[in-house]
């Protein structure tokens, strides 16, 4: 079984969807589950509302799973296997204050080593602990040899005992913290394969570490997918910015489809340029993607976006933009050489029902236009139209083609207009009002 996890302590940004995405893939290439684990111990920092979100964003995305679970479901097993640790002296109590261990970390700085706890409570007597009423968090203790495992993407990795340290475990309210809740979680629900980004490597070692003390001897394989960087500032995708979110690029009129397509793209050597995710599991290999921070350009993701729009079925894009006619959606996908995204082309299709009460320098010609078409009966051809028109009014060909373009669309360029009228002449009493 594979896993996504999210936390509810942060929106889900575009990094967080590119794991989910690969996990998808993956789980179905191997013919296996997906599992949704929501991280929720962290109460005070909770965004109200936030797993609802993750979960509407990962059905928006197709992303197929088996079951979600919430982390404090499994607070009892993250208690009682530290008590078993500490029965088995392989993890101690901790008294030490926050201020004890800034001094400690201030020191390791200062002599240029790992910060890492100096071990004082692990040298407690069972006496001491027993008689002393102070608050303590659990540490487990650090590995006496190296830490090592074989990433498939990137290659072997070891980490020393200093680098894995005597890590907290157990906070002071009695719920896990981060690695230890993750190890204990991946035991619990069989996880065989885990896909996450770069920054985890550090957190793979400490977690390794805890299955080992808890004498769990399954395999995990483990993929640390580079992180994504935005091409224009060289920041990380994965930082709680809006405008890294996912809800974000959704509100922007970036359809599902060239978002996915766009992320598997990066770093990606793929039989084409445009494709579905569906294609995307016929020949993605994991294995293969490049080993490197990967650059995300919003200006690519606007062509790959416009090319996703002009391939959607036009009824299906009439009703993204509130209608019901193909030859809404045929009018949307006109203006494609014009914009790249949903929200772009609503804007134009704005413009046409919008009201239009006069055109500066031809106010005139605007007013007698207008009334003109008031009262125009039904022509099912543009020439047609213009014909009507000039013989019901005194415009030349100059204000005539400038004032029917703006009063037909708001505009004073665009796409050719008798196309443009082909597809709303059944509007025409919407539009000239």
């Not at 007698?368 to 009966?377: A, G």
Request: hydrophobic content about 40%; glycine content about 4%; proline content about 2%.
């Amino acid at each position: 079984m594979l896993r996504f996890s999210q936390s509810l302590t942060e929106v889900m940004n575009l990094g967080n969807l590119r794991v989910a995405l690969f996990n998808y893939i993956v789980a179905k290439q191997l013919n296996e589950e997906l599992l949704i684990r929501i991280e929720d111990l962290d109460k005070e920092k909770i965004i109200a509302g936030n797993d609802k979100a993750i979960l509407e964003l990962l059905s928006l995305f197709s992303i197929e799973h088996k079951a979600v679970v919430y982390q404090s479901e499994n607070l009892k097993y993250h208690q009682k296997l530290t008590m078993q640790l500490m029965g088995s002296k392989k993890a101690y109590s901790c008294f030490c204050s926050d201020e004890k261990l800034k001094e400690i970390s201030a020191k390791c700085k200062e002599e240029g080593k790992v910060i890492s706890y100096d071990g004082f409570c692990e040298t407690l007597s069972d006496e001491t602990v027993l008689n002393c009423n102070a608050p303590f968090t659990v540490r487990i203790k650090k590995p006496e040899k190296a830490i090592e495992f074989t990433d498939l993407l990137k290659g072997k990795f070891s980490f020393k005992p200093s680098s894995v340290d005597s890590f907290i475990i157990l906070k002071h309210d009695k719920t896990p913290t981060y690695n230890f809740s993750c190890s204990v979680d991946d035991m619990l629900y069989d996880i065989s394969t885990i896909i996450r980004d770069t920054k985890h490597i550090e957190n793979t070692a400490k977690q390794i570490h805890v299955r080992n003390q808890l004498n769990y001897t399954k395999n995990i394989d483990y993929i640390h997918i580079p992180t994504l960087l935005n091409v224009n500032t060289n920041k990380d995708m994965n930082e709680t910015d809006d405008e890294n979110s996912v809800i974000w690029f959704i509100e922007q009129g970036f359809l599902p489809s060239a978002i996915a397509n766009y992320l598997v793209l990066l770093g990606n050597k793929t039989p084409s340029e445009i494709f579905t995710i569906e294609e995307a599991i016929e020949w993605f290999d994991i294995k293969k993607v490049l080993n490197d921070a990967v650059e995300f350009d919003i200006e690519k993701l606007k062509l790959i976006n416009k090319k996703h729009i002009a391939d959607l079925d036009e009824m299906r894009l009439s009703k993204i933009l509130g209608f019901a006619d193909t030859d809404i959606g045929k009018l949307g996908k006109l203006y494609l050489e014009e914009v790249s995204t949903i929200n772009e082309i609503k804007a134009k299709i704005d413009l046409i029902f919008g009201s239009k009460d006069s055109l500066e320098g031809f106010e005139d010609e605007f007013f007698d236009l207008k009334k003109c078409l008031s009262s125009v009966p039904f022509m099912d051809h543009f020439n047609e139209l213009e014909k009507y028109i000039k013989e019901n009014t005194k415009l030349d060909d100059k204000s005539l083609s400038i004032t029917l373009r703006y009063l037909l669309t708001g505009t004073y360029s665009g796409p050719d207009l008798s196309t443009i009228y082909s597809l709303i002449k059944n509007y025409m009493g919407e539009i000239v009002k």
